[in-house]
């Protein structure tokens, strides 16, 4: 089937000058290229945001420190959630299911390449927009350079009046810009979900992870554009003397909470739905076992993108909706825990009787597992209104959604990191490296977000600049930071093992993992054109089918 | 789920998925149709807030004969779409050069709408809520007119050079998908500015 290779003569390949190399790399519109420039960028604002939360953290670290300026402290952690959303999270998962989707339904390339090409450098240059507003950002007013009126930018804080100069300009500018490079990837997703599958590649046999990229696609169409549209009302309001978010004129400050919010929700289960899709391929091939109720999984994750829309107003408990507003949004919030539970117990079930190998990618996994339910656990905590009245902006929350991201999303990036970078480059990631960047993760990981709950409770708010001696913050905001540069450290480690593997990691073969899906069927790192001839599946597991010719998955399903 | 065994030669036969370029233009219209509500949703919220005249009620006529204008050419786009199809070259130029020029007097009509409410009425994208949020609504959507009006223009172009035949026809209907969202969702806009806002 799939796995032969066109071979081209030696002679004909030739070393290029690294000029024509790099004008490769500029121009392509190979999906695979496009998905590791993706991982590329996201990579490197990665290592910006993460700075950027050093210096929070080292500002925090014991009371009325002065480590930087108030002002340059709102600069950072409004850059620090703005990278680490838009330029770190939706670029990796962007660049994983570019990589991967293709490759996994047996098509040539993604349904519109250069679409693929142009969505990918307006999110990049989206990213440097936002980061040229440290030398840009002040204009002529000298009014401060970089955005600080914190990743949603409530209103009147956006207005020209309180925030004079460019900085919010660049904000609203780039996420405009990267927004409209969403856009266009999901419509791409789609596209080539629902119409370049291979033949014999039905949408019930589709991996998961093809099935839940389509499902965030759609819900980048309507939640995304939302973010858009406020960001169009934004700017009308700062250059064309508009007053949507004007309230001396009228306007409403809340309309925008709710513009952002019916985005910003959404948003969090576009980032998760991807993370849950790199489970749904890695949990079942380290347990040697099928993934326990394929339907149910689809059926759970469409749920999820329903309920997930009518979810958003939990956010604003404390604006002073009334009773019925406020038990909505409260039963909602509870009601979309119910398939993500579903999609936990299959995860289980998927392990349960398998023989499972603790491999890092599944160290990763099983990390996600634990805990992504807390942070499910503190978040069903918080849709009960009264709790959330005490809670809200306060450190707690901080502290879940940082679970939900770090815990959640990121190790599962990781671990897909871990399971297809053999894939990519063709060598395997250390296991030794990887064991440490695991456990040192894992140690930094619950150091700062456990502990970050305590002076949430104790009625520490976010985003404050520093805080009283004696009020018993201190000792837990200086194990916060210690676990933050523990987390640091294994990002370095992590950086290493991939430059260091990339020289020296052990040769990977097409099948390392000895997995199921199509993408193994290749040589490692594909060429170019994916598949010499059309592969034909006939189940979900074609590469069992292949490998086990007299007990092929295609007679039970 | 489904449980059956198809054998590889009959699933190779039997291969047939959607195309591409109207999944991805229904999927740009669903994004779009997003944008769009949340601009209705501004308007609606925002009807008689506004602090300072003029009111809807005072400034606005109801731009009956453009809307008809609008709404014809889409059946006009239809209609080229489908001779295109079945190969009748001249008809759909002349069918596509129609629903041009129904779309422009359209754009003509929202000019003069906007020139009479700016230097008659006084009523400018500043002036109040009312202004704000109805020159953005509207002036979304006649932005969606222009950028499809180019794009009509430049299938035209091409039809004069005789390169827009039957095997372009595929491309035709998705670029009409277009076309008649934007007439959709002048009725709406329609709809809300001027029979329910006033």
Known sequence: ????????????????????????????VDHKRLGILYMFSALLFLVIGGVEALIIRIQLMHSHNNF??????????????????????????????????????????????????????????????????????????????????????????????FSPGHSSDYWTLSLLVSGFGSIGTAINIIATVLCMRCPGMKLSRMPLLAWLNLVMGGMVLIAITPLSA??????????????FFDTQ??????????????????????LVIPAFAFLSEIIPVFSRKPIFGYPVMVAATVAIGLVSTSVWAHHMFTI????????????????????????????????????????????????????????????????????????????????????????????????????????????????????????????????????????????????????????????????????????????????????????????????????WTLEWSISSPPPAYNFATVPTVASRRPLWDLKHPKDPDSRYE | MTAVTTSFPNAATEWRLPSRGKVAMAGLIIAESAIFTIFVVAYLFYLGKSIAGPTPREVLETPIFYTICL??????????????ERDYGRLFLGLWLLTIALGGLFLYGTAQEWHRLIYERGLTISTNLFGTTYYSLVGLHAFHV?????????????????????SQSDRVAVLSMYWHFVDAVWVVVFTVVYVLGR
């Open chain 2, 146 to 166: 222009t950028v499809g009006l180019i794009m009509l223009l430049v299938v035209a172009i091409f039809g004069f050079m005789g390169r827009v035949g039957v």
């Open chain 1, 249 to 270: 004129a009228g306007g409403s400050a809340v309309l925008w909470m709710h513009f952002f919010w019916i985005f910003g929700h959404p948003e969090v289960y576009i």
């Open chain 1, 230 to 243: 406020a960001q169009i009302m934004l700017l009308i309001d700062r250059y064309l003397g508009g007053h």
């Open chain 1, 320 to 515: 002073g909706m009334n009773s019925y507003a406020n038990s909505f949004f409260a039963i909602t919030t509870m009601a979309v825990g119910v398939p993500t539970g579903i999609k936990i117990f299959n995860w289980i079930g998927t392990m349960w009787g398998g023989k499972i190998q603790f491999k890092v990618p599944m160290l990763f996994c099983i990390g996600f597992l634990f805990q992504f339910l807390i942070a499910g656990l503190t978040g069903i905590i918080q849709s009960c209104v009264p709790f959330d009245w005490q809670l809200s902006l306060s450190y707690f929350v901080v502290a879940h959604f940082h679970y939900v991201i770090v815990g959640g999303i990121l190790f599962a990036i990781f671990g897909a990191f871990y399971y297809w970078y053999p894939k990519m480059s063709g060598r395997m990631l250390s296991e030794r490296l990887g064991k440490w960047h695991f456990w040192l993760f894992l140690i930094g990981f619950h150091l700062t977000f456990d502990v970050m709950h305590i002076p949430g409770l104790l009625g520490m708010p976010r985003r404050i600049y520093t805080y009283e001696p004696g009020r018993g913050w201190d000792t837990l905001n200086f194990i916060i930071t210690i676990g933050a540069f523990i987390q640091a450290i294994a990002i370095l480690v992590f950086v290493a093992n991939l430059i260091i593997s990339y020289f020296k990691g052990a040769r990977a073969g097409n099948d390392p993992w000895d997995a």
């Open chain 1, 68 to 161: 930087v300026s108030p002002e340059v402290f709102n600069r950072m952690f409004t850059m620090h959630g703005t990278t680490m959303i838009f330029f770190v999270a939706m670029p990796v998962l962007f660049g994983f299911a570019n990589y991967l989707i293709p490759l996994m339904i047996g098509a040539r390339d993604m349904a519109f390449p250069r679409l693929n090409a142009f969505s990918f450098w307006l999110s990049f240059l989206g990213g440097l927009l936002l980061y040229f507003s440290f030398l840009g950002g002040s204009g002529l007013y000298g009014a401060g350079n970089a955005p600080d009126v914190g990743w949603w930018a409530y209103a009147p804080l956006g207005a020209r009046a």
């Open chain 2, 71 to 84: 709404l014809s050419s889409s059946l006009t786009i239809h209609l080229a779409a489908k001779s295109l």
């Open chain 1, 1 to 28: 089937m799939a796995s032969d290779a066109i071979t081209v003569p030696v002679g004909q390949i030739e070393a290029r000058p690294w000029v024509d190399e790099l004008h490769q790399w500029l121009t392509t």
